[in-house]
Structures are given as structure tokens and as C-alpha cells.
């Protein structure tokens, strides 16, 4: 038996938890830890043997479930024949090398090598420091703004958090960063214009980027990166013909894309990448979640050919690529995310997440899109939101401190289902495993339901 108090009070006393009240947490005002003790399939265990169906799969990252035993057998091999060794100066081991030639040949774009880090922050960070590395090989040294959406997430480390649209996480932190710039977000239901359609928004979302580029000046932007679905900043699918107007500004003033596929990357739209499914061309694709399924931390950037091949005609004139980490293209994480690809291309995750996904989006609209307190029922394969407002016909949002989002998420926590309060509104967001039944579908939406339910009940 563990001891649940002596736990929770080392874990108060020692912990720096992220996105958590600290002085609340220090002080136990909001309560003991939710200690992790167990996870099978779509479902976690907690130390007081609660069991949650786990609707967000960790952070949107455990797409083949919880439990898989392969995977850790997988890791056990590599870690008693090698634990670790560096790639830096051409060292590599045989389960990188597989691992990469796998994502050169499934990414999206013209993908030609891959930087390998551990989280989808230092992948956004390497892919700025691509874009600067890119720039400057190829003589245009002013080439280096990078463009970013509102309510895009991108991560915390300084440059991706100042990529990051979204205040809070710059607040008090000195962000953004000089040279990140912010355009609008493809948020048809609350940036649309009255009557606009999805088709006239996303020219005019367009129409903005481009205006943004010339004020800023095109020889000054170097890249815009953005999510194919916008996933923190409350899961959206863009806009009808969004990413067709969004390409061509970039084309024309010759400013590179990068695809944040970290949420969206292997299946999670029901496509092996958002990128994929949207026409996307991208020149660099950063990729984590999903490639481990969480299992150990690992994340990409891919590289193009486009911007490799600058890379490599200009080494014998500025010697070797200065960048890495001692983990980068870590051996046994790089075992586990073969093993994990291996049971996402078994299983055809992508495709079960296209059919399970249009079940939980026909679903989530049955039951949700009448109720009188939903703005918007929206989602794409297995990523899905309902947004919810005071009154549907104009909008309005619910006063901030009746705190609706998160009072409904907690209502689900206590009927066994893990939904997530999204921050930016009212919004309750859900990214099962991709291993969840359409029986699994029903329960999830059943129980968001009740949860809706009693949050309307308290507050009518
Ligand atoms: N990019 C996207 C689209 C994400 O959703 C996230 C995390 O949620 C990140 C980047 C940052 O990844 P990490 O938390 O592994 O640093």
C-alpha cells in the first residue's frame, strides 16, 4: 500500500507544478495532489482507486492507450543493450536511423532530415533557429520575424512561448520575445464578421496576413507557423479554404511554413497529418505527442529540402551545425516511438480515428449542439470542443468568475471522465486515444452531458 498522505505532502512541499496556484497548492487550499497510479487502455487509475475514463489522453498524447505492454518491452530491449549514447559527430544507433527513415518517408511537405528533442517547445525553438540558420546561409540576414496566430499554442520556452497567441503565458514572464509577431486567429465563430461565411473569413484572415507581411516588410519575415487545427487555443478546425488563402501570401513573399503538428500528427484528425488532410505544404513540421504516444519524451523537426539544401551547400563555408542536445535522438526513446508507430500503422490509428471520430462528432452534436447554453459544437477525427456562452443568439460570454468551463470539466472529473477546461472562454475539450470504441464514444459524451446538465441546473 502507498501512503497517500506522506505523498501528497512531499509532492506539496517539493513540487513546482505547472499551470497549478501555487500559493493554494503550497498552503493545501485546493486540495491533495490527484496521485497517477495506473493506466489501461482509455482509462487511468489514482492512488485512492478512482478509476477516470481519460477523454484527453494525458495532453493530447496518449493515442494508442494506456498500458501498451509492447512498447514497454520495446523500451526494456534498448535500454539493457544500450541506454544511451550521444549522435552528435555522426553517432548513431539502429533504432534512430530506422525512426528516421520512417518520418523522412510519411511526413508531410518535402521532408529531408530530422533534428530529433524532447518536447514540442525545444522542436518549435530549433525550427527558429532553422529559420534564422536559413536566412542567413542564403545572404538575406533581415529574413527573421516569425509569424504566429492568436490562440495559437506552441509551447513555454522563450521563443515558442513567444509564438504562443495566448496573453497569459507571457505575463510576468518578460515574452514575447523581439521578432514574434501575431496575426488573427482562424476562429470563424467568434471572429467572423455577422453573416460572413467560413469562405469570405478566411480571405479576410488572409487579406490580414498579407497586410501584416507588408507593414512589417516581406524581407523582414522569415516564417509562420501555425497548428493545422488551432488545439489550445480551443480546438477549431480552420476555416473552408483557410489554408489554400493562407499558402498563397506566403508563397508570395517567399516566407516558409512551418506545420505544428504535434497535436495533429499521426492520426489524430483522422489523417496520418493535419497537414495532410488541409492541403498543406509545409517546409518544416515539428512533430512529439503522438510519436511516442507520450510513452517517453521525444520530438522532431523535420527539415524540408528546400531549406536543408541551403543548410548543406553552405557547410564547407561555416563548418558543422551547431546545435543538439546530449538526448537528442535519445536510443531508447527512439525504440519506443518505432514501437509505437509500429502499432499506429498495425491498428490504422489514423483511419479508426477518421470512422470512431465521425461517430464522437455526430454524437457530441446530438447531444449537445440543442442545449441552450452551447455556442458551438466543433472537432475534427478524434479532437473535439463545445463552447459555451450566456446566450446563444448574441454571444454573450458567461461572466468570467462563474468560472462555467472549468465547474463542468470538475462535474465530469467527478463522474470518472477527464475532459478538459480549455483556457480562452468556456470550453470543454476532448482528445480521447485513438484506440477508444464508439461503445467508449458514447460513454465520454453521456457523461459530459450529465455534467453539462447539473452546471445548467446550478446555475438556472
Ligand atoms: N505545439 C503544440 C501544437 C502543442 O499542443 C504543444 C503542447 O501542448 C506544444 C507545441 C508544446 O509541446 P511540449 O508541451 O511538449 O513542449
Given at each position: 500500500m502507498i501512503d497517500i498522505k506522506a505523498i501528497a505532502e512531499r509532492d506539496r512541499s517539493s513540487v513546482l507544478h505547472p499551470f497549478t496556484q501555487l500559493k493554494k497548492y503550497a498552503t493545501g487550499n485546493s486540495?491533495?495532489?490527484?496521485?497517477?497510479?495506473?493506466?489501461?487502455?482509455?482509462?487511468?487509475?489514482?492512488?485512492?482507486?478512482?478509476?477516470?475514463?481519460?477523454?484527453?489522453?494525458?495532453?493530447?498524447?496518449?493515442?494508442?492507450?494506456?498500458?501498451?505492454?509492447?512498447?514497454?518491452?520495446?523500451?526494456?530491449?534498448?535500454?539493457?543493450?544500450?541506454?544511451?549514447?550521444?549522435?552528435y559527430a555522426a553517432h548513431t544507433t539502429e533504432e534512430l536511423a530506422r525512426l528516421s527513415d520512417r518520418l523522412v518517408r510519411m511526413a508531410p511537405g518535402k521532408p529531408s532530415k530530422v533534428f530529433f528533442g524532447l518536447s514540442g517547445s525545444d522542436a518549435n525553438e530549433t525550427q527558429a533557429k532553422?529559420?534564422?540558420?536559413?536566412?542567413?546561409?542564403?545572404?538575406?540576414?533581415?529574413?527573421?520575424?516569425?509569424?504566429?496566430?492568436?490562440?495559437?499554442?506552441?509551447?513555454?520556452?522563450?521563443?515558442?512561448?513567444?509564438?504562443?497567441?495566448?496573453?497569459?503565458?507571457?505575463?510576468?514572464?518578460?515574452?514575447?520575445?523581439?521578432?514574434?509577431?501575431?496575426?488573427?486567429?482562424?476562429?470563424?465563430?467568434?471572429?467572423?464578421?455577422?453573416?460572413?461565411?467560413?469562405?469570405?473569413?478566411?480571405?479576410?484572415?488572409?487579406?490580414?496576413?498579407?497586410?501584416?507581411?507588408?507593414?512589417?516588410?516581406?524581407?523582414?519575415?522569415?516564417?509562420?507557423?501555425?497548428?493545422?487545427?488551432?488545439?489550445?487555443?480551443?480546438?477549431?478546425?480552420?476555416?473552408?479554404?483557410?489554408?489554400?488563402?493562407?499558402?498563397?501570401?506566403?508563397?508570395?513573399?517567399?516566407?516558409?511554413?512551418?506545420?505544428?503538428?504535434?497535436?495533429?500528427?499521426?492520426?489524430r484528425t483522422g489523417a496520418d497529418f493535419g497537414s495532410t488532410l488541409y492541403e498543406i505544404e509545409?517546409?518544416?513540421?515539428?512533430?512529439?505527442?503522438?510519436?511516442?504516444?507520450?510513452?517517453?519524451?521525444?520530438?522532431?523537426?523535420?527539415?524540408?529540402?528546400?531549406?536543408?539544401?541551403?543548410?548543406?551547400?553552405?557547410?564547407d563555408r561555416v563548418g558543422a551545425f551547431s546545435h543538439g542536445y546530449t538526448y537528442s535522438g535519445h536510443p531508447i526513446a527512439a525504440a519506443a516511438a518505432n514501437a509505437v508507430l509500429d502499432i499506429v500503422e498495425r491498428e490504422r490509428l489514423s483511419d479508426r480515428a477518421r470512422t470512431v471520430g465521425s461517430h464522437f462528432q455526430n454524437r457530441l452534436k446530438e447531444r449537445f449542439a440543442q442545449l441552450e447554453i452551447v455556442g458551438e459544437v466543433r472537432g475534427v477525427g478524434l479532437l473535439g470542443a463545445i463552447e459555451?456562452?450566456?446566450d446563444r443568439q448574441t454571444k454573450r460570454r458567461f461572466d468570467p468568475k462563474l468560472k462555467v468551463g472549468a465547474r463542468i470539466s470538475k462535474a465530469a472529473r467527478d463522474r470518472g471522465l477527464i475532459a478538459r477546461a480549455m483556457p480562452h472562454g468556456d470550453i470543454l475539450g476532448f482528445a480521447p486515444p485513438l484506440v477508444v470504441s464508439e461503445a467508449e464514444i458514447d460513454e465520454i459524451v453521456e457523461l459530459a452531458h450529465g455534467a453539462t446538465k447539473q452546471v445548467l441546473d446550478e446555475l438556472s
Open positions: 486540495g491533495d495532489p490527484t496521485i497517477v497510479t495506473g493506466g489501461q487502455g482509455i482509462r487511468i487509475q489514482d492512488a485512492e482507486g478512482r478509476s477516470y475514463i481519460d477523454a484527453f489522453a494525458g495532453l493530447y498524447c496518449v493515442n494508442i492507450g494506456y498500458g501498451r505492454t509492447e512498447v514497454a518491452e520495446a523500451i526494456a530491449r534498448q535500454a539493457y543493450k544500450l541506454a544511451y549514447y550521444h549522435t532553422l529559420v534564422w540558420y536559413y536566412n542567413n546561409l542564403r545572404g538575406q540576414p533581415k529574413k527573421k520575424k516569425i509569424i504566429s496566430r492568436d490562440r495559437g499554442y506552441h509551447g513555454c520556452s522563450v521563443v515558442s512561448g513567444s509564438m504562443t497567441g495566448m496573453s497569459f503565458y507571457h505575463d510576468h514572464m518578460d515574452l514575447p520575445f523581439p521578432g514574434i509577431v501575431h496575426t488573427g486567429a482562424p476562429h470563424h465563430y467568434w471572429g467572423a464578421e455577422p453573416g460572413e461565411t467560413e469562405e469570405a473569413f478566411s480571405r479576410r484572415r488572409a487579406a490580414e496576413l498579407e497586410e501584416l507581411i507588408l507593414r512589417e516588410e516581406p524581407d523582414t519575415v522569415g516564417a509562420f507557423i501555425a497548428e493545422p487545427v488551432l488545439g489550445t487555443g480551443g480546438i477549431t478546425p480552420p476555416p473552408t479554404d483557410y489554408w489554400r488563402e493562407i499558402q498563397a501570401v506566403l508563397r508570395r513573399y517567399d516566407v516558409l511554413l512551418i506545420a505544428d503538428e504535434v497535436i495533429c500528427g499521426f492520426g509545409p517546409d518544416l513540421v515539428t512533430v512529439a505527442k503522438g510519436l511516442t504516444s507520450g510513452y517517453v519524451p521525444l520530438s522532431a523537426a523535420i527539415v524540408g529540402e528546400k531549406v536543408y539544401a541551403v543548410m548543406e551547400e553552405a557547410a459555451f456562452v450566456a
